[in-house]
């Protein structure tokens, strides 16, 4: 079995609760239950103002049912929970205040993480310069119509 076809069995088995060949049960279920503490951990660290609204217990049980549907797609944890917004309106579809608190969260940590926008140099302005500018917004801006007062509990 090569490298590649073992990683992909470990990863199955992370998500089916199943055992790869070769692997101790005990091991496994000890690393499984690492794993998972740390997607949960991720989910509290990034929907850090979710979590005080929800409060500790149903943000786990909520987050531990993301967590069992969604294993990580992306090479870091930096990006996990991408679809938790949806999980959470999907939870919640009476209550908009909680996925919109949870999209916040969310996009002020990316506008951190996303790519960088051209700098101004203010040198090369001039007052002449203001009738032709033409301003961008910065590739990690996100708007969104919020139907609750998630802004002001926030």
């Known amino acids: 079995m090569s490298l590649r076809d073992r990683q992909r069995a470990f990863v199955a088995a992370l998500s089916s609760g199943g055992l790869p060949d070769g692997v101790d049960a005990r091991g496994m279920a000890v690393y499984a239950n690492n794993h998972?503490?740390?997607?949960?951990?991720?989910?509290?660290e990034t929907f850090e103002k979710t979590v005080l609204w929800l409060g500790d217990d149903v943000f786990d049980a909520v987050a531990a049912r993301y967590v069992e549907r969604h294993p990580p797609s992306s090479w870091t944890l930096d990006a996990y929970g991408d679809l938790f917004v949806q999980h959470l309106e999907?939870?919640?579809?009476?209550?908009?205040?909680?996925?919109?608190?949870?999209?916040?969260?969310?996009?002020?940590?990316?506008?951190?993480?996303?790519?960088?926008?051209?700098?101004?140099?203010?040198?090369?302005?001039?007052?002449?310069?203001?009738?032709?500018?033409?301003?961008?917004?910065?590739?990690?801006?996100?708007?969104?119509l919020m139907r609750s007062n998630a802004v002001a509990i926030w």
């Open 36 to 44: 998972r503490s740390q997607l949960m951990a991720c989910l509290r």
């Open 90 to 144: 999907a939870t919640y579809p009476i209550d908009d205040e909680v996925a919109e608190l949870a999209w916040l969260d969310w996009h002020l940590r990316r506008a951190f993480s996303g790519p960088d926008a051209k700098a101004i140099d203010v040198g090369d302005l001039t007052a002449d310069d203001w009738d032709r500018i033409e301003l961008e917004f910065v590739p990690t801006l996100r708007f969104r």
